[in-house]
């Protein structure tokens, strides 16, 4: 069993950027297909961006589309979530997640980081 625990949260001005960063005790993170969840208070936790095992495949919620990269680091075991010209609204608690490979259902959760951008 994989546990994530995530990194790089903080505070920022809108326009900045954050890099989050998950790694793995445990478990190879290549062996498995990774997301970035957030959950703003009052809101339902939503998909960020996701990467397929290979990370060949990438995709992004229309939200964050043009402003958010997820990408692997094999060498260093971590999924990475690269987020520019942050807004107000992107301000949430994010989360990394792990599936196995053979279904859709994300079963690892880290714990949470949080990150707050400021008007």
């Known amino acids: 069993q994989v546990q994530l625990v995530e990194s790089g949260g903080g505070l920022v001005q809108a326009g900045g950027s954050l890099r989050l960063s998950c790694a793995a005790n445990?478990?190879?993170?290549?062996?498995?297909?990774m997301g970035w969840f957030r959950q703003a208070p009052g809101k339902e936790r939503a998909l960020v961006a996701a990467?397929?095992?290979?990370?060949?495949?990438?995709t992004y919620a229309d939200t964050v589309k043009g402003r958010c990269t997820i990408s692997r680091d094999k060498a260093r075991n971590t999924v990475s979530l690269q987020m520019n010209s942050l807004k107000p609204e992107d301000t949430a608690v994010y989360y990394c997640?792990?599936?196995?490979?053979?279904?859709?259902?994300?079963?690892?959760w880290g714990q949470g980081t949080q990150v707050t951008v400021s008007s």
């Open positions: 990467i397929s095992q290979s990370g060949g495949i990438t």
């Open positions: 997640a792990a599936r196995e490979v053979w279904t859709t259902k994300y079963d690892y």
């Open positions: 445990g478990r190879a993170l290549s062996s498995y297909g």
